[in-house]
């Protein structure tokens, strides 16, 4: 017992030092801008200080957007916004239904990329295959380049009402920092994979303030997967969350903000929403379904960092098709 907990600890201390480092060095070696912003933004006074800065006004933006051509129906764009002021959180921005089907087509005819590594590529229904001859087990797998070769994707970052809320909330022109395209499956995973997956409490860093839009493309229950946020974590954080950023338990983020305040989120494909990622999140590991969410973010400043592009030149499969 006291030795598993002793690797437990070891686990999550040899996780963090590597979070940082990784940070660092990506930072460092790609663009010290985005990483100069990671350590203003912890602190709210540095998010409102730059924020205030890059304000501008977004009338003549807004006036330009035609709403009618949206394909997001029954979404209320101040509506939105208002509660992802209040709550950093606002659920039912729905696709169609000929949007589902025809991104769900691009993802069982495209490949996608175990762990995230372009090394690691199969097409979905090779998964077992490809785990054995990889001698790798498949925590997630990430679609790249989906803005180039998905015109459904492309369109719906596009969206009149994506662009209008984003506008409105981020009180400046939004600039597109990129998508997000990925499976969850249901394995018997480590905390260190756990954490690359996203799958333990965390916020995000990915500007002074940013927006992202999650998308349901297979129905999420219980059991495969579903997202969780802390709503109205956006607004505080105890300094040991800011200064040391470290992985927080369950019980620590709930003891925290509330059992009230603790959102999971269920839908049907095509079930949206729109979310602050300055409250704590993450994803439940599946248990039994597979996942499949795709993710457009909108920032005020486009690092260059959160993008899914790849060059096809990386991309490898690890079993033809």
């Not at 400046?172 to 799958?199: D, L």
């Amino acid at each position: 017992m006291y030795i598993d907990l002793l690797n437990n600890y070891c686990e999550k201390i040899f996780a963090i030092i590597y979070d940082t480092c990784y940070e660092y060095y990506k930072g460092l070696t790609k663009n010290p801008k985005w990483l100069l912003m990671r350590k203003i933004a912890r602190f709210k006074i540095g998010r409102i200080f730059i924020t205030n800065l890059t304000k501008t006004s977004t009338k003549t933006y807004l006036t330009s957007i035609n709403l009618e051509k949206s394909c997001l129906v029954d979404v209320d764009v101040d509506e939105v916004v208002k509660n992802l002021q209040s709550d950093g959180l606002h659920l039912g921005i729905n696709l169609p239904p000929h949007i589902v089907k025809e991104i769900v087509q691009f993802a069982k005819s495209t490949a996608c990329y175990g762990n995230r590594r372009p090394e690691l590529g199969f097409y979905y229904d090779q998964k077992q295959a490809a785990q054995r001859k990889s001698a790798q087990q498949f925590t997630i797998a990430d679609y790249f380049n989906t803005e180039i070769h998905c015109y459904a994707i492309k369109k719906l970052q596009n969206d009149p009402k994506l662009l209008a809320i984003a506008a409105k909330y981020l009180n400046t022109y939004p600039a597109h920092q990129g998508n997000r395209m990925w499976w969850s499956f249901p394995v018997n995973s480590s905390y260190t994979e756990q954490i690359k997956a996203a799958q333990c409490f965390h916020y995000d860093l990915d500007d002074y303030k940013f927006i992202k839009f999650f998308f349901y493309l297979t129905d999420v229950d219980n059991q495969s997967g579903p997202h969780v946020c802390m709503r109205g974590s956006h607004k505080r954080k105890k300094s040991a969350y800011i200064w040391l950023r470290k992985r927080e338990t369950d019980k620590d983020i709930i003891n925290y903000y509330g059992q009230e305040s603790l959102i999971e989120i269920y839908g049907k494909a095509g079930f949206g929403f729109a979310e602050d990622p300055l409250c704590f999140h993450k994803g439940i590991p599946p248990t039994h379904k597979d996942r499949l969410i795709l993710q457009i973010e909108f920032a005020t400043t486009d690092y260059q960092m959160q993008h899914d592009i790849r060059p096809t030149s990386q991309l490898k499969l690890v079993i033809g098709h």
